[in-house]
């Protein structure tokens, strides 16, 4: 849903429409009965002045009517009562759930996290480790711990690696990789280096605090028991920028090998040939082709293919290249650009901090935020009430078959209260029933469970207040809670009234086509293969050799060998512009002449000339839909505008002019 907010807000130009509105603020215009004040308009100006890329929309007055056409939109959806639908309420509640998360923070904490988080990026741990799978409810783990034991006595005695490896070959396999070993499901896996956020918070402490060479005593996380080995630790591989020529898996020209042609290319690198210029000529990743194949440097993790980011690492010195390898995506040659260490922790603070928020160990930060809010709120507490469930709580309670007591029992006595909200004891006794399974055959005293629990409840219940109370409470929170609630309102709307139907209304579609028919033209198109050589003299011999009636493939087996390669051949059908063509390519049949460009000669052999031509619908359908969309979209603004009055105060707007200007 993130990109229906981002999708509508590229789309509109507005990324930060604002609800707050000081009470002695102007007017700037009405929509109908609905007054849009001066300094929203202001605050969105100024927030996307640096986004606007159209030098149009940077005037005022330009920019005035594309934001009157946002309020127009707003009116709308909401005069069809869009803002009522379930699906709406229910997306908005899970935005507001998420955005609320980034505003649930103690500084202090959170600082201490952030620190914590950075001085682990830049080490990298590698380690294996042993798991018997348990159910994060599961209480009763003694058996597992005492099973962990064995194997780490065993580990310490004969080394970790022999026991893990020992593991696997001696012991059926169970479902996902796993292994059954005496009635458990184990896992005894190799997880390679890892950095911080890589693995649940529990995890990576235990892996950061065990020395390398150590076996780390049981621990538990999510999903279940553990005991580690930390085989290394190494520095941070930092972050890594390369450039590469890719030759995809999947070609148009089913006779194309794309392991010979990524080898044909390597082979021209050896000859000296420029790295960048075979990658205009030839890489199948179009969005880097025309920067010679730079793309934007990544760090370790972050990139889908653990090869490439493996062989991106291994180059050690700058204009260093890879030999070809393959991935999923295809065949790769790499040129190492430039190699970076972590960044500074001011530098990446911002992203840190979300990353904490997002990780298990916010925990830390939401207990110190509770006693924070204890601190700002008016929380007035009963002991009388908290003591009454001494004499209510019985043995039952570690047998998980407690229930609340429906006679004398007092639901509606207060227990606390925050400011003036109420927080009663029969909702502290259903709180005691849904959790009672932690304590299954403990045996603790039941005022512990009592005060335990109650800790835990105001906790949860004190930060629930502060976040139903949040937008009242932070200007800057309800500003973008008001974009989340406009944004998924609109973009529905629009789909509604303009993406869907420009999308299946066929006719419409097929008739706007015909109309609009010279629009969507091939431009010269040409059946030719394409010949390319590093020398002069190569691509001369090949001129020859076309002359004399030769095939492409016997040029080809008569200049290059297994030790050379002189030249490339690309055929397919070309159009005017296309990267395997000269700027100032003649479109005739036959051959051409040499051409000099991308550092290289070439020369095409053009079968098939294509005149300029309409395209059909089919082969622009994409195009044409999106004009179309535009299409409606501009008719139905001519709607709105008649529906709404939009009165404008002059005099208000230039003030804003005067403050935008000055």
């Not at 296309?578 to 000669?601: C, N, R, T, V, W």
């Not at 505008?641 to 208000?652: A, C, F, H, S």
Request: hydrophobic share 35%; net charge negative; proline share 2%.
């Amino acid at each position: 849903m993130i990109k229906k907010i981002c999708l509508f807000a590229f789309l509109l130009g507005f990324t930060g429409i604002c609800s707050s509105q000081n009470k002695t603020d102007d007017v700037l215009f009405t929509v109908d009965d609905s007054p849009v004040m001066a300094s929203e308009f202001v605050r969105v100006y100024n927030k996307n002045l640096d986004l606007v890329k159209d030098e149009s929309q940077k005037d005022i007055d330009a920019y005035l009517d594309l934001f009157i056409n946002y309020q127009l939109k707003i009116k709308e959806a909401k005069r069809l009562k869009m803002d009522e639908n379930e699906t709406y309420r229910r997306e908005f509640s899970n935005y507001k759930k998420q955005l609320t998360k980034n505003y649930l923070n103690d500084n202090k904490v959170t600082e201490a996290l952030v620190s914590e988080a950075y001085s682990r990026l830049l080490l990298d741990v590698n380690a294996t480790h042993i798991l018997i799978r348990l159910d994060e409810s599961e209480t009763d783990t003694i058996g597992v711990y005492n099973e962990l034991i064995t194997l780490r006595n065993k580990a310490l005695l004969n080394g970790f690696e022999t026991v893990r490896t020992n593991l696997i070959s001696d012991n059926p396999k169970g479902p996902n990789g796993s292994i059954a070993y005496n009635n458990f499901q184990i896992y005894a896996e190799d997880l390679g280096y890892f950095t911080a956020f890589k693995m649940v918070y529990a995890f990576e402490n235990i892996a950061y605090n065990t020395n390398v060479g150590d076996v780390s005593m049981p621990f538990r996380t999510r999903f279940g028991y553990h005991i580690l080995n930390v085989v290394d630790k190494r520095p941070s591989r930092g972050e890594v920028g390369v450039s590469h020529i890719m030759v995809a898996n999947q070609q148009k020209d089913s006779l194309l090998n794309p392991e010979v042609r990524i080898n044909e290319i390597y082979k021209k690198i050896e000859q000296g040939e420029k790295f960048e210029s075979l990658a205009k000529q030839f890489s199948d990743d179009k969005s880097s082709a025309g920067k010679g194949g730079q793309l934007t440097a990544f760090s370790g993790g972050q990139l889908s293919s653990k090869e490439f980011e493996d062989m991106a690492f291994s180059l050690l010195k700058k204009d260093e290249i890879s030999k070809p390898f393959k991935t999923e995506y295809g065949w790769h040659i790499i040129k190492l650009n430039q190699k970076k260490a972590i960044v500074t922790i001011d530098k990446m603070r911002s992203e840190l901090e979300q990353k904490v928020k997002r990780d298990t160990r916010s925990s830390l930060i939401n207990t110190a935020l509770a006693s924070k809010l204890k601190a700002q709120y008016s929380i007035e507490e009963s002991k009388e009430t908290l003591d009454y469930f001494e004499t209510v709580l019985t043995d039952a309670y570690f047998k998980k078959s407690w229930t609340l007591p429906q006679e004398n029992f007092d639901f509606d006595a207060v227990l606390f209260k925050i400011n003036e909200e109420k927080y009663l004891s029969g909702k502290f006794g259903k709180h005691l029933m849904s959790v009672q399974q932690k304590y299954y055959t403990k045996k603790i005293p039941l005022r512990a469970v009592i005060n335990q629990e109650y800790e835990a409840y105001m906790e949860n219940e004190v930060i629930k207040y502060h976040e139903n109370n949040l937008e009242k409470e932070n200007e800057d929170f309800a500003h973008i809670l008001k974009e989340y609630r406009d944004g998924l309102l609109l973009f529905d709307l629009m789909e509604n009234e303009v993406w869907n139907a420009g999308a299946k209304d066929s006719i419409g579609l097929q008739k706007f086509y015909e109309e609009k028919k010279g629009n969507y033209m091939w431009k010269k198109r040409v059946d030719a293969v394409v010949i390319s050589a590093a020398s002069q003299v190569d691509i001369s011999s090949v001129e020859n050799y076309l002359k004399k009636g030769m095939s492409t493939d016997e040029i080809s087996a008569l200049l290059n060998s297994d030790s050379e390669q002189k030249i490339i051949v690309t055929k397919e059908v070309m159009e005017k512009g296309d990267q395997s063509l000269p700027m100032d390519f003649e479109f005739k049949e036959g051959l051409s002449k040499i051409y000099q460009y991308h550092d290289a000669y070439h020369i095409i052999n053009v079968f098939k000339l294509f005149p300029e031509s309409n395209k059909t619908l089919d082969e622009t359908k994409g195009k044409v839909i999106s004009d179309y969309q535009n299409h409606i979209e501009m008719n139905w603004l001519i709607e709105l505008n008649d529906r709404y009055k939009v009165v404008i105060n002059k005099e208000v707007l230039n003030k804003v002019k005067s403050q935008i200007l000055n």
